[in-house]
């Protein structure tokens, strides 16, 4: 059941809005540059967001659900040819079937990666063709359930043995959406937030 009102996402200007909130950077020479894509499908109220449920055989975040990407290679020119790459190399993506709308700000891993996100819609001209050393399963989540859950605000949690904390976790389809990837997603759903009548 909605918590809120859904908006009209159809009026959503993704990259006008991302155009309109430069992105900050960090810059530590101690972390390993990556990047992610997040992948926008369908448009007005039929969007739906991308995501990957990683194999217990990755070397990071095993069995979480994240955006496709990972560390900057060398041969990679930029970040957003990163993106691209993993988002091919894990999902069969073709980077052609993806428009990139604009980056958000950076994000500090707790495994030690400073990541960039880019947003891009996708058209995709094949199947997708998913990685079975790195993906278990491909998620697409309504975008009406993320802002549902968005704006019902944030919960405590206790992560390790610290204190509670606000942060928020999504759930779809017996899947949990928390930690860096639920931060970069709620960035982008503060901007969406900025913009939508």
Known sequence: MPTTDQPDFAALNIQQTLA???????????????????????????????????TSRVEHHKGEVSFPGGARDPE???LETTALRETHEEVGVLPDDVTILGRMSDHESRSGFVVTPFIGTVVLSTDYDPSGAEVADLLEVPLANLWDRYRAGPDMFSYGAGPPSPAY????????????????????LVLMDTDLP
């Open 76 to 78: 990679d020119q930029t």
């Open 169 to 188: 976790e999504f759930h779809h389809d017996g899947h949990r959406i928390w930690g860096l990837t639920a931060r970069m997603l709620v960035d982008f």
């Open 20 to 54: 309109a909130h430069p992105p900050v950077s960090v810059s530590d020479s101690k972390l390993i540059p990556a990047a992610v894509l997040i992948p926008i499908l369908g448009s007005g109220q039929d969007r739906r967001v991308l995501f990957t449920v990683r």
